[in-house]
């Protein structure tokens, strides 16, 4: 095989794909997401615990428990609304992809101790 100035070029560009290529990879593996995992209790109008951290881009499970009536999860900023039946409990999970802090309630509106139920999700920057 004869080697000429374009094969050398192919050679050179592809070599450099490859370099610009494999430490991009290598990042992704490193910043890999977290998984966070919180247990909230819904009890007596309250949230137990009433805030949550987590950083940008981890994946977050939150289990929602109720000790007493139904109850409702709801976080506007990443369009989260469970609910969760009398003594009962839900589970579900979001990535956390946007940095800030975001109010959550409850959204039930059968008795006025609902609206007292809030706490925070606080989302902090990578």
Sequence with gaps: ???TRRSVG???LGAGV???????RLRGQEQAPNRREFTITAKSYTFSPNRIEVTQDDLVKVTLR???????FVIDGYRIMKRVAAGGSTTFEFRADKPGTF???CGMTNADGH?????EL???SR
């Design 1 to 3: 095989m004869k080697i």
């Design 10 to 12: 192919f050679i050179l």
């Design 18 to 24: 490859c370099f610009l290529i494999w430490p991009a």
């Design 66 to 72: 109720s000790e007493d009536e139904a109850h409702s």
């Design 103 to 105: 109010a959550f309630y």
């Design 115 to 119: 609206s007292r139920m809030k706490g």
């Design 122 to 124: 606080v989302v902090a």
